[in-house]
């Protein structure tokens, strides 16, 4: 059974940062591109990063460029997500998800959704002061 398991969550003051971490069990991530997704209350789940198995492609939506990094370390058989300059707006349950296409995991995090391997059940991240 595919499972992912997301970490690292909490209250952070704007401007500050947080690492979350999404750990896999039961499978190796070696062969997985790994996305991370965030739905903000009231509002519809968002694609954010995502990064294929090798590590070399990594995609990042607008509205975190420049501030977030999506980055692996398949020994640890885990995904992390560096959130820097933390905007109230980025406050959401952030989930992580694995895919063996990564086209699939491209498309989802352009969209939001996608029918993906394994979905984590997320970590919440406040910013506020």
């Known amino acids: 059974q595919l499972q992912l398991v997301e970490s690292g969550g909490g209250l952070v003051q704007p401007g500050g940062s947080l690492r979350l971490s999404c750990a896999a069990s039961?499978?190796?991530?070696?062969?997985?591109?790994v996305g991370w997704f965030r739905q903000a209350p009231g509002k519809e789940r968002e694609g954010v990063s995502c990064i294929s198995s090798s590590g070399g492609r990594t995609n990042y939506a607008d509205s975190v460029k420049g501030r977030f990094t999506i980055s692996r370390d398949n020994a640890k058989n885990t995904v992390y997500l560096q959130m820097n300059n933390l905007k109230s707006e980025d406050t959401a349950i952030y989930y992580c998800?694995?895919?063996?296409?990564?086209?699939?995991?491209?498309?989802?995090?352009?969209?939001?959704?996608?029918?993906?391997?394994?979905w984590g059940q997320g970590t919440l991240v406040t910013v506020s002061s």
């Open positions: 998800a694995a895919d063996k296409l990564f086209y699939k995991m491209t498309t989802a995090t352009m969209t939001g959704s996608g029918a993906l391997d394994a």
């Open positions: 039961g499978f190796t991530l070696d062969y997985y591109g």
